[in-house]
Each structure stands twice: as C-alpha cells, then as structure tokens.
C-alpha cells in the first residue's frame, strides 16, 4: 500500500508527533510512505522526519494541480483535513484532530451557524473521515454524508520514557508547575498564570514553567503573559523556555502537569505525564474529559477552583497519576487503521 500524508507542518505538535509515529509504523509494515508538508521545514524537524519518510514540500496551489486517477493500493490522507480545498476528493480520506464544529457551537447568530454548517459540509461531507475523539465524531456523525470511523492516537510511551533520562541541559527549579503547548488563546496560558499570581500557597511553595512558544515569535500572546507578569513582584518564579527538542526530562521533574485548554480535542501531553507518573490537572475539555475519564481527580469542572485542585495534586500527588490506557497502543492503533483503508 502507498501513503501520501498531506501536513500543514512537520514542527513539534501533539497530531505532528501521532502522525509520525503512525507513518513510522506503516513504513515497518513494509508500506511505502510519503508526506507533503504545505509549511516551513528548518533542519531540526526535517531530522525527526527523513530517517523513517521521504518529506516534500509542496503549495497548496501544487496540491490544486495535483492530477491523479484512483489507483488501487494508493491512498492520501490529510492530516487535520490539511488542505482539503485544494485536495482530490477520491481515493482520500480525513483525520481529524479537532473540532469542526467549534466555529458553529460559538456563533449565537442563526445566519453564522448555518454559514458554519455549510462549510464544515464541504470540507468533510465529500470523503472518508477519521476522528481521533469519539465525543466529536459523534456529534459530526449526523452532518456529513459517510459515517465516521472513531480511531484513536497511537502512542509510544518507551521513546518518551527514554528521551525523560536523557541529562538537562539547563538548570530547573527544585519545585515547580508545568505547562507543555504551544502559546495559543484556546490553550488558555493566562488562566493558569493568573491563577497561579493570585495563589499565595503556589507562588510561595513552586515555581511555573511553561515549554512552548507562539507561531510568531514574540506574538501577542505572548506579550499579553509578559504584561500580566510584570504587574506583580513574582516574575522570578515563572519561566518561559519556548520550544524545546526534548521537553520530557523536564517534565519528568514536574510536580504536576496542568493543561488548562478552553479546547482540547485530546491532549497528547496527557498521555506524556501517564507515561512519565507524573500528577496531572486539566480543565473538563472534550480530550481531556475522554483521555482522563469523567472521575479522575485532577479533572477541574466549569466552576471549580483550578489553583486549590493544583494545590490538592501537590500535596496528594498519588491521587493524581493515572496509568496509561492500553487503547493508544501504537500496534493496536495502526492495525486499525490499515483496516480501515483496506475496507475502503
């Protein structure tokens, strides 16, 4: 069988990194591979990428242009429906991440949500898709013409546990919260700074580091953190380090992970601090509601206090820690999926 993924970018990412692990095991099942990336490759990411899989960087104009008749054995797949516009709509199918209804459960204009409705009917209606949340597909399931097919992330946690051993190369605070994602308004950064300046009991006992950056550097994300930060005098107990190659043996110094997204459909650093048994606090996301489950302790309820369940996960660390689900086991995972394209 041939795979041609087409991906917005190859840059680290929690689909980037389930996509490169479903591309690496097929190309172990002696499956041929390619990826077309439509953004910016610098070396670094390349690296992670040319040993396993032959990346090409392409324009959606080229992807437009792109002429192909439906050969059997071929199939192309857009990572987080990348592209779709511009992509064959025969032989191709759809792996969603996220949540194409977001747009249209926001919108309180009837005119806005049918304008929404419409455009998630093109984007989605005219193939096979794959939702990696089955909460999403679901609730996607009545508008779009084929049925879903719910598929979760595959995981590796072996590689993350043996890239947490590997020695720092900075030097960390004894104590301290941490934040792993990019700088984004879904990702919601300012909740948990501002939470963490207005907790005496935090500030005073830990430190916050958040790992990740926005797109554009310095971005107004960015600088709206710095802003908050500098109307308090504690500004030497929060550290941004941006992007880093290796996050995980800084997480795995962590006191506790939080992850405190308006919007998650996952959240695969979830699966990250399962790996590591590192405490975890998330607000009740979509991801983190079906990655956690409705009665894990760390999961923060619309109303609740996050600053007093982070303290609860300080001070309780074991009720904190859940283990890994066997579901994202990668094999598992990608026998699934080749079942899938094979059924099509």
């Given at each position: ?5 087409v ?30 990336n ?7 990411d ?6 396993w ?37 025969k ?12 747009k ?36 996607i ?5 084929y ?17 947490a051993?590997?020695p ?9 919260i ?5 700088i ?25 580091v ?5 797109p ?13 930060l500098?109307?308090?005098d504690?500004?030497?107990r ?5 992007e ?23 959240g ?8 590591l ?5 998330a ?15 760390g999961l ?13 996960a ?11 689900p066997?579901k ?16 099509l």
């Amino acid at each position: 069988m041939k795979y041609i993924f087409v991906v917005r970018h190859i840059s680290p990412g929690g689909f980037e990194m389930a996509t490169l692990i479903l591309v690496k095991e097929l190309v172990a099942r002696g499956n041929e591979v390619e990826v077309w990336n439509l953004g910016e490759q610098n070396k670094t990411d390349l690296e992670c990428w040319s040993s396993w899989v032959n990346v090409k960087k392409i324009s959606k104009i080229k992807l437009l242009l792109f002429k192909r008749s439906v050969v059997k054995g071929e199939v192309m797949v857009l990572v987080n429906n990348a592209a779709s516009r511009y992509a064959p709509v025969k032989g191709v199918v759809s792996i969603i991440h996220g949540d194409p209804l977001y747009k249209f459960k926001c919108n309180k204009s009837l005119v806005s949500k049918f304008k929404e409705l419409v455009k998630v009917k093109f984007s989605l209606g005219r193939r096979k898709v794959v939702f990696i949340s089955k909460k999403l597909g679901d609730e996607i399931n009545g508008f779009i013409k084929y049925p879903v097919k719910h598929i979760p992330n595959p995981f590796e946690p072996a590689v993350i546990q043996a890239k947490a051993n590997e020695p720092l190369t900075m030097s960390l605070p004894e104590n301290f919260i941490l934040h792993v994602g990019r700088i984004a308004p879904e990702k919601r950064q300012d909740l948990l700074l501002k939470t963490y300046i207005d907790n005496k009991e935090l500030h005073h006992s830990t430190d916050l580091v958040f790992v990740g950056a926005e797109p554009k550097h310095d971005g107004p994300i960015t600088r709206k953190l710095h802003r908050i930060l500098d109307q308090c005098d504690i500004s030497h107990r929060v550290h941004f380090l941006g992007e880093l190659k290796n996050p995980w043996n800084i997480m795995k110094k962590a006191k506790c992970l939080v992850l405190c997204s308006e919007f998650e459909s996952m959240g695969y650093v979830l699966l990250e601090a399962m790996a590591l048994r590192i405490p975890i606090v998330a607000t009740e996301a979509v991801g983190p509601l079906e990655v956690l489950g409705e009665d894990f302790a760390g999961l923060v309820k619309e109303g609740e206090d996050l600053g007093i369940r982070i303290e609860d996960a300080l001070n309780h660390p074991e009720r904190f820690i859940k283990e890994l689900p066997s579901k994202y086991n990668k094999d598992e995972v990608v026998e699934k999926f080749e079942c899938f394209i094979k059924s099509l």
